[in-house]
């Protein structure tokens, strides 16, 4: 199993509360795991207690010895302020650095010369390319029109098949792309 959470109750990084949780899930090779819940539940925070950035404050969160991990965050707004091309980022990233059309005509493009959505795939990419072992995907179709949803389809039946991905998402169309479990996530506590 490359990740194993057991209870686990966490919180913000640098807050108490909310408490987060109490959560079970496992997420093994090959596999793709779903968490959904309603906005606040602590999804976002749950990844960052599994890369280690928000506290465990009860349970167990086991990585296997070794795992490598790739989160792939929500679209943030200094994502813009990268003044690379979209070749440098894969490079910086240690991704594949030959993906798919369209995305491969955006490769000699500035970061912030990209549309959001065209940003947000290619970081995708790079979460699902670069070396790791596990990848966590905190929802990644948020802010896409319907022909880049169906890329980012693509790309995640595409993936790279031994990996693990944690997928957040409120999506129906995401979650129905073959899921080996759907977790819910329970509604924060004060
Ligand atoms: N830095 C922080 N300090 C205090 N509270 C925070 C902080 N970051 C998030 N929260 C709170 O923690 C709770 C969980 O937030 P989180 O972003 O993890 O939820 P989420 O399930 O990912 O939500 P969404 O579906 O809207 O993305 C929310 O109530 C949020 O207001």
């Known amino acids: 199993m490359l990740l194993d959470l057991h209870q686990v109750v966490t919180a913000p990084p640098g807050a108490s509360t909310p408490r987060i949780g109490p959560i079970s899930l496992s997420v093994d090779a090959g596999e793709l795991v779903a ?4 906005n ?9 207690a599994i890369t280690g950035r928000a506290p465990v404050l009860s349970g167990a969160c086991h990585l296997a010895t070794g795992t490598r991990v790739q989160l792939v965050e929500q679209a943030h707004p200094h994502d813009r302020d990268l003044p ?28 912030d ?23 966590l995907l905190d929802e990644p179709s948020n802010n896409l029109d319907a022909g880049a949803r169906a890329q980012l389809h693509r790309l995640l039946r595409d993936r790279p098949p031994h990996r693990g991905l944690l ?19 329970p509604a924060g506590r004060t």
């Open 40 to 48: 606040g539940a602590g999804k976002s925070t749950l990844l960052a």
């Open 113 to 135: 010369a990209m549309s959001g959505g065209q940003r947000q795939l290619l970081r995708v990419w790079a979460g699902l390319t670069a070396p790791g072992d596990l990848v």
């Open 84 to 111: 690379v091309s979209g070749r440098d980022f894969l490079a910086a990233a240690g991704a594949d650095p030959h993906p798919p059309a369209p995305l491969n005509d955006w490769l000699d493009r500035r970061l």
């Open 167 to 185: 997928l957040v998402s409120h999506d129906p169309e995401l979650l129905a792309l073959g899921c080996q479990r759907q977790v819910t996530m």
């Open 35 to 38: 968490l959904t819940g309603p």
